[in-house]
């Protein structure tokens, strides 16, 4: 390879760089596609930027490209750790021709298991005013002619345009931030809304649940998400505690059907050393360590009744007292809750109390089924696509076919079975473009004694048109999951979205058991 193509090469990234910077509209976009560039020109395999975050003590990602989210998530380090560490505090560029013989080398983000002997590392420091702002890392294959020397001077060409790249955002930024304040609520009303904190939806009913957000997040009002396994209730959970004014503060999970009643207690209001026979030690419970921020009662419906009683004392008062102790303890709480079940039913079946659930309704979120809301599936089939698409960096397309039926398909298991089937899909995918026939089986097939459900479109439909009972439709679905688990009931219950503790009681209901062979 000749030194003047390289320099064309060379020339042609910064130019693409240089235009990138000159129409920036935000900051971690830019970021982002700066680094593509280097990827899609310069045959670097992965490329970082590291940034000193706020505390000014650790090198998080600011941007990244060939990473997946597990791995930019990992990628914190100390500023004296590893090779990153030592080239921000010494500010020289570094390389590593041969990244597995080198012991500095942490590889934090695991992201370098693969292609083991063939990778080499490189990396400079960002440098805003003389000081060191950040690092930028990229790993290119090994043995490619080109002299580390070389990537090592147009590494640092790159470094220093996102320096000046960063200087000029801040300052854009602080000029910005009053007025950006002042727009906000106007703009919201504004702009059409597909999208608001990370959760997509652009039908009616999705609209009002964004707008519910907007309005009872700021407030400490409880709220109650209601919906079926899989709408994104924990979704809107965080989202709401991220609008609000505590979205510093802690927020914390219980979930009230994964324990048995006496630990769940526990969990919730903590014991004191020695309150029971295995209390060795003081346990802050959840609300203790929630204080001033969001705590989030999952499956509340499925919570014992005595327990609702304390609960319920909890929540009116905001104070009491660990298990075996007398100090009594106050707090400040936010409570939400979630559960797939009717808690009105509940209430009239006498296994959840109406005064908890009066206290607990102030503000109920409905979410809707996926099946009701279909002009929210192609736009989240998209979404979820070019997720897994990207995880797995493959670029699998839907046929109009499959992308029609499914959104015809009544997803039981609503977002979260959409999540998985997108990503099984793209998995599997051995060519660019899925057909009917490459859908799994439990999504075309009719599920066993449960009559037809969904049929492929030209298909017939046997048995006349007679609707399946909701009853015989869960029991299709539960015994099609666990056959596709061997039977093992943790993994059937997590697709489908249920706990361990209601798909062993459906499996008791509907007795379902696992065939003998002779
Ligand atoms: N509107 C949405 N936009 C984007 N992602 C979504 C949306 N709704 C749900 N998801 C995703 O689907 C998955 C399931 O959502 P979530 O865990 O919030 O559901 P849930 O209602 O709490 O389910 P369960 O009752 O089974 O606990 C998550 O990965 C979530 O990020
Ligand atoms: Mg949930």
Request: proline letters at 5%.
């Amino acid at each position: 390879m000749g030194t003047n193509y390289t320099e064309a090469i060379e020339l042609k990234a910064l130019y693409e760089i240089a235009l990138l910077i000159g129409s920036a509209h935000d900051l971690a976009t830019t970021l982002t596609s700066i680094l593509k560039v280097m990827h899609d020109i310069l045959q670097m395999e992965r490329a970082t930027l590291f940034l000193l975050d706020e505390s000014g003590r650790f090198l998080s990602i600011k941007a990244s490209y060939g990473l997946s989210h597990d791995e930019r998530k990992r990628g914190v380090y100390r500023l004296d750790e590893g090779i990153t560490g030592k080239i921000f505090a010494s500010r020289t560029p570094f390389v590593v021709p041969d990244i597995h013989s080198e012991p500095l080398f942490l590889n934090k983000t695991r992201s370098r298991e693969v292609n083991k002997e063939t990778l080499s590392f490189l990396g400079v420091p960002v440098l805003v005013a003389g000081e060191p702002a950040g690092v930028l890392t990229a790993d290119r294959l090994f043995g490619l002619d080109i002299p580390f020397a070389e990537d090592i001077r147009f590494l640092t060409v790159v470094a220093t345009l996102i320096a000046q790249f960063l200087v000029l955002s801040r300052e854009i930024r602080k000029n910005e931030a009053h007025l950006r304040e002042e727009n906000r609520s106007l703009r919201a009303r504004l702009t059409p809304v597909f999208s608001r904190h990370d959760i997509l939806g652009q039908s009616k009913v999705m609209q009002e649940v964004f707008v519910a957000i907007s309005k009872v997040a700021p407030s400490s009002a409880t709220v109650l998400l209601l919906g079926e396994s899989g709408t994104g209730k924990e979704l809107v959970a965080r989202a709401v505690h991220q609008a609000s004014r505590r979205h510093s503060r802690p927020f914390l999970t219980v979930n009230c059907a994964a324990l048995p009643e006496n630990l769940l207690e526990s969990e919730l209001i903590g014991h004191e050393k020695g309150a029971f026979t295995n209390a060795l030690a003081l346990k802050k419970g959840r609300f203790e360590l929630a204080d001033s921020g969001t705590l989030f009662l999952d499956e509340i419906g499925e919570m014992p009744l005595e327990l609702q009683a304390k609960l319920l004392r909890v929540l009116q008062e905001q104070r009491f007292e660990r298990l075996g102790g007398t100090a009594t303890i106050s707090v400040d709480v936010r409570i939400i809750a979630a559960t797939n079940r009717s808690l009105a039913e509940a209430v009239a079946r006498g296994s959840f109390r109406a005064d908890l659930y009066y206290r607990l309704n102030v503000v109920p979120i409905v979410l809707p089924p996926l099946r009701d809301r279909a002009e929210d599936i192609p736009l989240l089939i998209d979404h979820f696509l070019a997720l897994s698409n990207r995880q797995n960096r493959k670029s699998v397309r839907l046929s109009r076919e499959v992308m029609d039926f499914l959104v015809r398909y009544p997803w039981p298991g609503n977002v979260r079975e959409m999540q998985n089937l997108m990503e099984r899909l793209v998995i599997m995918a051995d060519r660019s473009q899925v057909q009917l026939t490459d859908l799994p089986p439990f999504v075309v097939a009719e599920p066993e004694e449960a009559g037809p459900r969904h049929t492929l479109p030209g298909l017939p439909v046997s048995g006349g048109s007679k609707r399946p009972s909701l009853e015989a439709m869960e029991r299709g679905e539960i015994e099609a999951a666990l056959k596709r688990h061997g039977w093992v009931q943790a993994r059937a219950a997590r697709e489908l979205g249920l706990t361990a503790r209601q798909m062993g009681y459906k499996i008791r209901k509907y007795g379902l058991s696992r065939p003998e062979f002779a």
